[in-house]
């Protein structure tokens, strides 16, 4: 069975530019999530996704990020302006339905000069 | 809200002794509970996770996990560190009751595994 599939795997910006991440859950999983882990912390979530619809982006910062999964399968995360403070590894995971273990990508480390 | 806290944030062991990684966690209900490893410049994986079953957890690579509500802990262990469990550990608690909810990390602690 295939993992949960993120590109890029590393990118380099500098602040006030856009960037944009790819993620592919594993087939079937009905939800998907957007995790940012800061270096030396945990990761804490920004969206929550069930099919296509948002459950839960009270951590997101919209002002500058925004994420969409309009098939209910692969989605996109976007920061636009990018500040200093957004890098960190940007991770995707996903789990089944009513299924409470999830499933981590290998992520995505952004770095903002 | 529930959280948790991990008690240390380095562990550094000697190859073939034993790993103890600390986990106090904080909820208003009966938690699901999770240890996640995360290697280097990798994804992060599952290790083993409690649900209210037995307390007793055993997970993958010989780690265990027992949950004691009264101390409101979760403690990881394993009997004999390798060098391949070099690792970053995170204790994990489930944010909502019922199914699919955000999980809320703590701090990690990393595992050093001295030859």
């Known amino acids: 069975e295939a993992g949960v599939a993120q590109s890029p795997r590393y990118k380099i910006i500098e602040k006030r530019q856009s960037v944009a991440f790819w993620c592919n859950p594993i087939?079937?999983?009905?939800?998907l999530y957007w995790y940012q882990q800061i270096l030396g912390q945990g990761p804490k979530l920004l969206i929550q996704f069930q099919n296509n619809g948002v459950v839960d982006d009270s951590q997101l910062p919209k002002d500058r990020f925004s994420a969409e999964r309009l098939k209910g399968v692969d989605s996109t995360l976007k920061i636009q302006p990018a500040k200093l403070e957004d890098s960190a590894v940007y991770l995707c995971?996903?789990?089944?339905?009513?299924?409470?273990?999830?499933?981590f990508g290998p992520g995505t480390r952004l770095l903002v000069l | 809200a529930q959280s948790v806290t991990q008690l240390d944030s380095h562990v550094s062991v000697s190859e073939g002794t034993p790993v103890l990684l600390r986990c106090n966690y904080s909820s208003s209900y009966s938690p699901s509970l999770f240890w996640y490893v995360q290697h280097p410049n990798k994804g992060l994986q599952l290790l083993l996770k409690y649900t209210s079953a037995a307390t007793l957890v055993k997970g993958i690579n010989g780690f265990e996990a027992e949950f004691k509500k009264s101390e409101t802990s979760f403690h990881l262990t394993k009997p004999s560190a390798h060098m391949s469990d070099a690792a970053e550990y995170f204790c994990?608690?489930?944010?909502?009751?019922?199914?699919?909810?955000?999980?809320?990390f703590g701090q990690g602690t990393t595992l050093q595994v001295k030859p």
């Open positions: 995971a996903s789990a089944g339905w009513r299924e409470e273990t999830q499933y």
């Open positions: 087939s079937g999983h009905a939800t």
């Open positions: 994990v608690v489930l944010g909502n009751s019922g199914n699919t909810g955000k999980l809320i």
